[in-house]
């Protein structure tokens, strides 16, 4: 089983930007899907946005028009540019595969240690 490194998560005001990164060991386009999730203090986590293998994406109604998921295939990395963000966005955020979007089975990999944003207003 590979690794999942998150990285970009920082401390930002309100309306401001982020860009998450995730570097994959392996190669990112053997898996059907890759997905962001969040997981805010005293919640369940969450997924955000996913990618399937046709570049199709899709978010939760929360992010829509805010974050933009995207993967470059050649550096195996997944990405979440994070724009206009909210208090609201403060949490953890995670990467994975999930065996397809939406799935309640286990993701391929086991969690990384994910990167923390927070958001202040």
């Known amino acids: 089983q590979g690794q999942l490194m998150e990285s970009g998560g920082a401390l930002v005001q309100a309306g401001g930007s982020l860009q998450l990164s995730c570097a994959v060991t392996r190669a990112i386009n053997r898996f059907p899907a890759w997905a962001w999730y969040r997981e805010a203090p005293g919640k369940e986590r969450e997924l955000v946005a996913g990618?399937?293998?046709?570049?199709?994406?899709s978010y939760t109604d929360s992010v829509r028009g805010r974050f933009t998921i995207s993967r470059d295939n050649a550096k195996n990395t997944l990405y979440l540019q994070m724009n206009g963000l909210k208090p609201e966005d403060t949490a953890v955020y995670y990467c994975n595969a999930p065996v397809r979007l939406g799935s309640p089975r286990d993701p391929y990999f086991s969690w990384g240690q994910g990167t923390q944003v927070t958001v202040s207003s």
């Open positions: 990618i399937t293998s046709n570049d199709d994406t």
